[in-house]
């Protein structure tokens, strides 16, 4: 019985919280330069100590616990026959011989989706900018059945670079 900590990524809460994080900050900063006292209160400062701090404190720590509170850790442990995935509020058990396809980094860089045979998602591991975790789940999973492996190239284009990786297609071989 081998276990595998996992830092699974809720993409939905992020974006809602991203989404009421930026609307609170766009309503700070409009409300910060209509009025002149907060400009003279900056400007009070000889020095960029409490600006700088102030910003911190405004924005880049609720950024920072987003970040932290938009994932939560799981526990895959898995055993002979079945595997399952562990965190505080839930238990899933997933056994092998449900899983017919898996897809690395499809759908998006550092997702782990696994079907059944009527492409019905059992689960989805997702990981943030990092695929070496998902790879090591999809590892200890083809350890237990047969599958057969396509790679194809990929690139995607994020702000200011390319980003290259492989897409991976795993299909359970009779």
Avoid at 25 to 49: C, E, V, W
């Amino acid at each position: 019985m081998k276990s595998i900590k996992f830092k699974q990524v809720d993409s939905a809460k992020r974006k809602v919280l991203l989404s009421v994080y930026f609307v609170f900050a766009l309503s700070f900063i409009a409300y910060a330069f209509a009025s002149d006292s907060i400009i003279f209160f900056i400007n009070s400062f000889q020095r960029g100590i409490v600006p700088g701090i102030l910003a911190t404190v405004i924005f880049i720590v609720p950024l920072v616990l987003i970040m932290k509170y938009s994932s939560h850790q799981e526990v895959i442990t898995f055993e002979e026959k079945t595997f399952e995935i562990r965190n505080r509020n839930r238990s899933i058990n997933i056994r092998y011989a449900e899983i017919e396809t898996m897809y690395l980094n499809k759908k998006d860089f550092g997702v782990l989706e696994l079907l059944d045979a009527q492409q019905n998602l059992l689960f989805a591991f997702v990981q943030d900018n990092n695929d070496t975790q998902v790879k090591k789940i999809a590892a200890k999973i083809t350890a237990k059945n047969q599958f057969e492996k396509t790679i194809e190239k990929a690139k995607k284009r994020k702000l200011n670079y390319t980003l290259n990786y492989d897409i991976i297609t795993y299909i359970k071989t009779a």
